[in-house]
């Protein structure tokens, strides 16, 4: 099985004026709005920054997203 499809429950929160939907094994999911950018509508972790570790959903850290849901 998929790891992104391995989840028993999501939830939904608003972070930086955008809404995501979040599952329990850390995926998220941005909601497009207005303008579709390359990962929106879509689960993902993330992309990975080499520079500081951290993984991006567009500009915002997805820890955070996860922590806001």
């Known amino acids: 099985m ?3 499809d391995n989840f ?3 939830k939904e ?3 930086k004026e955008h809404t995501y ?3 329990d094994n850390g ?5 497009a709005k207005g303008k579709i950018y390359k990962n ?4 993902s972790f993330g992309t990975p920054n080499h ?3 951290y993984l991006y959903l567009g500009s ?3 820890h955070r997203i996860v922590a806001m849901a």
């Open 2 to 4: 998929n790891p992104i």
């Open 51 to 53: 520079k500081n570790g």
């Open 13 to 15: 929160c608003v972070y």
């Open 60 to 62: 915002a850290r997805v």
């Open 8 to 10: 028993t429950q999501t």
């Open 40 to 43: 929106d509508n879509c689960w």
């Open 27 to 31: 995926a998220v999911f941005r909601h």
């Open 21 to 23: 939907s979040v599952r």
